[in-house]
């Protein structure tokens, strides 16, 4: 254990732990354990960090805790829960509070996605979904559709079949020969020459839809299985469907017999206004993926919603048969099941989904007033999500992102950068005051960075 040093401005002091041996995700490890930014303990919309420093939260974790941090109502479920029940199996087995879970769920998801399958990321969720449009397809007797259907720039997770259809080059590019074949995709909706500082959904891209058709003409309907696309693409970057785009994959996807899967590990429990981005543009796909918000990120957890159709359809057959082998060990874990009972409850309690959707419009001219400043040359956003786009620095793709993700860390608040795109997705129990003070810390970083 070495002695962390202070920078003078904190009110506490903590050793760092011995950082050899933990191979961080998606982190540039030499870099951070160089100078690293560690998180001790949070509570509302606050974290403390090593030192002592407190950090406003504008990520919500990783997207993932909509109703803040420090939940009591959460920690006293899983308390009672782990003391009552540590763990059950999920095959041939049960308990409970899973199929209340599953209840609950179905009352908030879209008409006719009634049915419930746990797991416990959004990685999984999206393995799972490929896995029941090929089950679907072979049980309604149309083997040959296998194909499946992404777009650019997307982010389904990193097992083999999310990053097949994915379309995020670097996460990709190490695996490429072993990647799932028959696979296809759509191009991304972001165009800033169009679209430049549009306010909620852009209205120039609807076109981009259209390419479906091509893909289709090209592999044959009777080939392909499913299209999946997050409604707004998060990861890349905050990247928002243009007007009109959702609904008119769900018309083409109808037309030809093809299973629509909406990612909403992201949009899904509130981000955009509505427990589902579905719910908000009015489009119903066939399939929603969600894990993060689902119980507030207090324990891994994700679940996919499928429709009675596809559920029904791959019931067929004597009682005795499994119907789809696939699953997972902790597949509606008690504990996990447990704490998104207990965020459900501060979800409907607290109104916290009609709550984002009250504050959209504050934030939204928030963010925007970032334009202008030195290198914005886009600015996104919907509920509450927003994507502030930065001309590349000299030095190359991602440094000014970072300084400006690095320079806010250091100053007391937690943004995140994807490149040159700075996101924010505070927890939906976000102040007015809070959110002046995320624009105000993002305004000092990207004078500060140039």
């Known amino acids: 254990m070495s002695e962390y040093k202070q920078n003078g401005t904190g009110d506490s002091s903590q050793t760092l732990p011995n950082m050899a041996h933990f191979w961080m995700p998606f982190t540039a490890n030499k870099q951070f354990k160089t100078n690293p930014r560690l998180l001790v303990s949070a509570q509302g919309m606050y974290y403390t960090d090593i030192e002592g420093n407190k950090v406003l939260d504008a990520t919500a974790g990783l997207w993932c805790c909509n109703a803040g941090h420090g939940r009591q109502e959460i920690s006293q479920a899983v308390s009672q829960q782990i003391s009552q029940m540590d763990y059950a199996p999920s095959f041939q087995m049960g308990h409970p509070l899973a199929f209340e879970l599953a209840h609950k769920l179905s009352q908030l998801s879209p008409d006719g996605l009634d049915k419930v399958f746990f797991t416990n990321s959004g990685s999984e969720s999206v393995d799972t979904a490929l896995k029941m449009a090929l089950c679907y397809h072979r049980a309604n007797g149309q083997a040959t559709r296998t194909r499946f259907i992404g777009r650019e720039l997307g982010y389904h997770g990193v097992g083999f079949g999310g990053i097949s259809v994915g379309g995020i080059s670097n996460n990709r590019k190490t695996f490429s020969q072993q990647l799932l074949q028959g696979v296809d995709h759509l191009p991304h909706t972001l165009d800033i020459a169009n679209n430049a500082f549009s306010h909620g959904l852009p209205p120039h891209g609807l076109d981009k839809a259209e390419v479906l058709e091509q893909l289709i003409t090209l592999h044959g309907a009777e080939n392909i299985a499913a299209v999946i696309v997050e409604p707004m693409s ?59 918000a689902i119980n507030n990120g207090a324990i891994p957890m994700g679940a996919v919603f499928v429709s009675n159709t596809i559920h029904d359809t791959c019931m067929h057959g004597p ?131 140039g």
């Open 319 to 449: 009682d005795e048969l499994i119907e789809f082998f696939h699953g997972y060990t902790y597949s509606g874990h008690p504990v996990a099941a447990a704490s998104a009972l207990a965020t459900l409850s501060i979800y409907e309690d607290e109104q916290l989904f009609e709550r984002a959707k009250g504050l959209e419009s504050y934030f939204e001219q928030a963010v925007h007033s970032l334009k202008g400043l030195p290198n914005v040359i886009d600015i996104r956003n919907t509920g509450l999500v927003a994507g502030i786009q930065l001309a590349p620095s000299d030095k190359g793709v991602g440094k000014r992102g970072y300084d400006i993700f690095d320079h806010c860390f250091r100053h007391g608040a937690l943004v995140r950068a994807t490149a040159d795109i700075i996101a924010l997705s505070p927890p939906l129990i976000v102040e007015k005051s809070q959110i002046d003070d995320m624009v105000n810390h993002i305004t000092d970083a990207i004078n500060a960075v």
């Open 234 to 292: 998060g990861s890349a970057g905050v990247i928002l469907p243009p007007d009109g785009y959702l609904t008119r994959l769900r018309e083409i996807t109808q037309k030809h017999g093809i299973l629509l899967i909406f990612d909403e590990v992201i949009t899904g429990f509130g981000r955009v206004g509505a427990a589902f981005a579905s719910e908000r543009w009015q489009v119903t796909p066939d399939m929603i993926t969600t894990a993060k």
